[in-house]
């Protein structure tokens, strides 16, 4: 079913243009072909944040075709190119509807399914000696997810950590936060990854994107003197001493350091907090937002990009996606990206606060 409509075989033949191609199984009734000759616009927003992924889809009602969904229906999204497989997008919850006029406009907004009410529930929890792998499994199973978390990430220790009047989802992006990882849920699994390390929770890694000048239309680099520290230094407490103490992650130059505003039970939960921080620093000193001509269906977050043809600058940065948004109308099929910069990923910054314990 195509993005244009129900064009025949003779017409197709004629096309340069290649043509955008969806599937929408609507509470498991495939409704592409209805759905065709009234579509003004689809947006998938994929994101490695804890957000949840977002589904936008416009309708002309202006015939009064359409019936109002209802909020809870699932919608089961698929999309690519006429001619080639269809790439799976998972399944999201229908969450807001809206009919506006004149003309008659049904926007229909959805978010992952596996996102579900009962993760923002607030909790009372402690946990005492337990490994993050044992904790992300123990969340994920109150929730019917299947748990997929980084290899390094699942042995990390946590001394003690308390999970005060807060949500399942809160206490996680809390947990990721700290040792810099990816908390998210997607299609019906509950990740817990290291940003940037170019692997799934597998430990397949992923291929390299390479993007040239040639491959967008529209771009936006963008760098901050601001973001630019030398290091960041977070302070601790030693037991049962007055004095307090400090770790820092980066460099040494005090006019240009980061410092963290909390103080810290003990030195290894400062260190990784620092850790942490000045990895995303590092990250969000520079961006690049970047709009493809031609949407590409398989990319999402935490894929490595290159880049050419740009400014030498932007060319010799090592790219990361942070953010897609798929967007299928009246503009053919297009794909914009979010990237932020980075690591090397010879080095091993994620990993050094783990050898100083895991206290929390």
Known sequence: MSAQGTAGDANRIHRTQPQADYRIIFDGRDLSPLIAPNLINLTLSESRAEEADTLDVV???SRNFFAIPKRGASIKLSIGWLGTALVDKGTFIVDEIEHSGAPDIITVRARSASMTNAMSERRERSWHRETIGSIVDTIASRHSLTAAVGEQLARIMIEHIDQTHES???FLTRLARRFDAVMNVKDMNLLFVPIGEGKSASGKPFEVLRLTRASGDQHRYHIAQRESYSGVRAHWHSNGKAARKSVVVGGENNRNMKVLPEDYATEAEARAAAEAEFARVQRSQATLSYTLALGRPELF??????????????????????KVTHTIGEGGFTSSLELEVRDDPTTDRHRSHFRHGGNG
């Open 59 to 61: 309708l002309d009602d």
């Open 168 to 170: 399942d989802m809160s």
């Open 301 to 322: 977050p935490e894929l490595p990009v290159t880049v050419s043809g740009f400014k030498p600058e932007i060319d010799a940065t090592p790219w990361l996606v942070k």
